[in-house]
């Protein structure tokens, strides 16, 4: 199946600079293995920014003493540990290639993350229907999971208190603005209202890094928001 949603131009060119948090660059990078139009999109903005680095002029360097340095040093801002860091994960914007080992179909970009396959993971279940596996918060906080939704299953009506994005890795999902198959990229934000449902024909699992947690719409909201709140640090 083709794939039809992509990073919009400036995710694609904020990942080409660098600038994007880890866990974001994870959906990016997964993102790029199964598409080639991207990956060309990509090869381009990183020509570009290579030619545009090298018409600058380099600015003149500021003496500072060792002294002024290590207190320069000290007044920066402590940071949270990393729950993980980026040595060992492989970003690069190659062509997906499955393998007969117990990686295959997980893109390259996160097999540090999921050595042994989606089904040796540790799955929670959230509804009669989806399944969730953590996989990792970066530095900025933002948490990256698999989302398995059962056939025919379908998430609640929601909205988002953050930025979420969303990479298709097998079956398909669709939602009012359309459908989503393996390859697809979403990125949804506070504006965003839905309700994502699997195909009926196979199960559908999903690479999701969000900001914060979704909001549930309609009356049963107001009780399992709170449960959703947890695990995220208040903005």
Known sequence: ??????????????????????????????????????????????????????????????????EALMARIDTQPEQPPQDIEAEGLDLSPEPRQLSPDNNSGVPRSLRKLIPNGYDKLKWSRISWSIRSAELCRDDKGLKVELLRIKPGGASPKHTHLGDELTMVLQGSFSDEEGVYHAGDFMACDQTDTHTPVASVDRECICLTVTQAPIQLSGFFGRWFNPLLRRGYTPS
């Open 1 to 66: 199946m083709a794939i039809t949603q992509h990073p919009s131009g400036d995710w694609l060119s904020a990942y080409a600079a660098g600038s994007l948090p880890l866990g974001q660059s994870l959906c990016v990078a997964a993102h790029l293995e199964y598409c080639s139009q991207c990956r060309q999109n990509y090869s381009r903005l990183s020509q570009l920014g290579g030619e545009l680095m090298q018409t600058l002029e380099p600015a003149p360097s500021q003496k500072l003493s060792l």
